[in-house]
């Protein structure tokens, strides 16, 4: 039988996050790249914007928003990736879609912003501060890691994002075990490119480079998406408190959960071993996730779909620590992954590149 190609579109143009979406695809067996829409530079090739793919890329250029709706309405089939910023990816997708239901076209998206992450509009807009663009699509997404849902019970899927998978992979088997009292507190360290591609004061990344500081302090934006997507998942309603910081590296994530373990009456709290065993355990048979009793890097995973963990004890604290890379994991490879299952392919179809070790 002959492996099925899918034409894959690529919203977000010329930023990070689409530029790894693109190198992900060039080496994917069953999606085909087929269409990239950019805002600002339609007609320029793609090449320019992303010299390091110019080798898989060929004489391929950037398509406008008119553009990519007459493709998708023209194709049986797609795959839409969305990596456009928050706020705007909603009615992007919005319109794409209303264009392709009309033309009885079958699409699967899973987006990559925020616009899709909350159970509703008033919670996004609570956090967001703005109209949602396409509250009568909300229900037409669930917000996951690949890991901690069998199946999509939608059409499509939202990322939870980079920050979020490295915590959601770290807090939701302490939660779902019952491991923990449901209070916890989460250290996360993120490199430059997480902060996109336009260089802005404060998050540019020769501020950043030989610096590490605390930002947003327990007022991050992710947090409740963070806490609402544990919740769906495991059944469990925690108070996460969150400290994100931005680390002297370009691309990676690393996150540190500590909680307070639950004790049966006279018994001591469960040990390192132990607690590893049952995080083995809960992520046996999910390819990209590791646990193992060293503790990880972000070099172990940098440009990656993988993640490691770890953890220890002492007494009744336990201490989780989850490493995944931003832009792969925590973005384009985990929307990679989703899609391989929304269209029904082994999950781990073109990601199993291990890290690059030096980056
Ligand atoms: N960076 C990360 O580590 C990361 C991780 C998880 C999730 N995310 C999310 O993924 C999305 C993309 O992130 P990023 O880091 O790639 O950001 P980015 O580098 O700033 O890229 C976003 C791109 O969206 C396009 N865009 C801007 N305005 C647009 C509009 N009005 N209509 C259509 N396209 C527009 C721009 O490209 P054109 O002008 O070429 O269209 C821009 O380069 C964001 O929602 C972000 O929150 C990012």
Excluded at 64 to 69: D, K, L, N, T, V
Aim: glycine fraction near 8%; hydrophobic fraction near 45%; charge should be neutral.
């Amino acid at each position: 039988m002959t492996a099925p190609h899918i034409p894959a579109i690529v919203l977000g143009g010329t930023g990070y996050v689409s530029g790894e979406l693109l190198r992900l695809l060039a080496a994917h067996p069953n999606f085909v790249l087929t269409g990239i829409l950019s805002d600002s530079q339609p007609g320029e090739p793609v090449a320019k914007a992303f010299r390091h793919l110019a080798p898989v890329l060929g004489d391929m250029v950037f398509r406008s928003q008119a553009e990519i709706e007459a493709l998708v309405a023209s194709l049986p089939r797609s795959a839409i990736f969305g990596a456009a910023p928050h706020g705007v990816s909603a009615a992007l997708i919005d319109a794409l879609l209303t264009r392709a239901e009309a033309a009885g076209v079958d699409t699967h998206v899973v987006d990559i912003s925020a616009d899709f992450r909350y159970p509703n509009a008033t919670a996004y807009e609570a956090v967001y501060k703005h109209p949602h663009g396409a509250p009568g699509r909300i229900g037409e997404f669930t917000c996951a890691v690949p890991e901690h849902l069998a199946r999509a019970p939608t059409q499509h899927v939202a990322h939870p994002g980079c920050f979020s998978t490295a915590t959601l992979l770290a807090s939701v088997p302490l939660l779902a075990l019952d491991l923990v009292t449901p209070t916890l507190f989460v250290a996360g360290v993120t490199g430059s490119t997480g902060s996109g591609r336009k260089p802005v004061e404060g998050t540019h990344h020769p501020q950043r480079h030989g610096d590490f500081y605390a930002y947003n302090a327990l007022a991050h934006r992710h947090t409740p998406e963070i806490a609402a997507c544990a919740a769906a998942v495991s059944g469990v309603t925690a108070d996460f408190s969150f400290v994100p910081h931005s680390g002297p590296f370009a691309r990676g994530i690393h996150v540190t959960v500590q909680a307070t373990l639950k004790t049966a009456a006279g018994k001591a709290a469960p040990d390192s071993a132990t607690v590893l065993g049952a995080f083995r355990d809960f992520y046996r048979g999910a390819p990209f996730v590791d646990v193992a009793a060293e503790t990880p890097h972000v070099k172990d995973v940098a440009a990656s779909n993988y993640a490691r963990l770890s953890a220890s004890t002492n007494g009744r604290t336990v201490a989780v620590t989850c490493v995944v890379d931003n832009l792969n994991k925590g973005a384009a490879g985990g929307a990679v992954q989703w899609m391989n299952r929304l269209f029904d392919l082994p999950e781990s179809t073109g990601l199993t590149a291990p890290a690059a070790g030096w980056t």
